[in-house]
């Protein structure tokens, strides 16, 4: 089974990859590792300069795609992905960015920037983690 991520893209692209790749080498070691799908949200002015880099990679346990979905179907993926990545912070640096409010909505357990001005912190990732376990 496949570990779904979901996360945006942002500048740290670079350091995505870094882990995908030692991630792959890893596997190629120790074949339990399950592979994972990264579905990339988004359609920003570098999309398709980010999918050529995507193109480019030589992953065998790793596959990256993007997508850009109806809002109906945006809850749907949220709700199929083991873990939500983001990186957006907040514009006013006042509130939470609406992808973290989208993933915790969906209760998928979300890391993402630290939010400790609001008392929040790693919050989102361990709070979903007690709703779940109350059901």
């Excluded at 300069?49 to 850009?68: G, L």
């Excluded at 912070?89 to 630290?114: I, Q």
Aim: glycine share 6%.
């Amino acid at each position: 089974m496949s570990v779904f991520v979901l996360f945006v893209l942002r500048t740290i692209f670079k350091l995505w990859c870094f882990a995908f790749s030692e991630y792959d080498k890893t596997c190629a070691a120790e074949s339990q590792l399950p592979p994972i799908l990264c579905i990339i949200t988004g359609k920003g002015p570098q999309k398709a300069m980010y999918e050529r880099k995507i193109a480019n990679q030589k992953w065998s346990k790793v596959r990256v795609c993007t997508a850009w979905l109806d809002i109906a179907d945006y809850p749907l993926l949220l709700g199929a992905a083991d873990l939500g990545v983001s990186l957006h912070t907040s514009s006013s640096g006042l509130d939470l960015p609406m992808k973290v409010v989208d993933m915790y909505g969906c209760r998928l357990p979300v890391c993402a920037v630290d939010f400790s001005w609001c008392g929040l912190g790693w919050w989102c990732e361990e709070e979903t983690k007690r709703e779940r376990d109350r059901e």
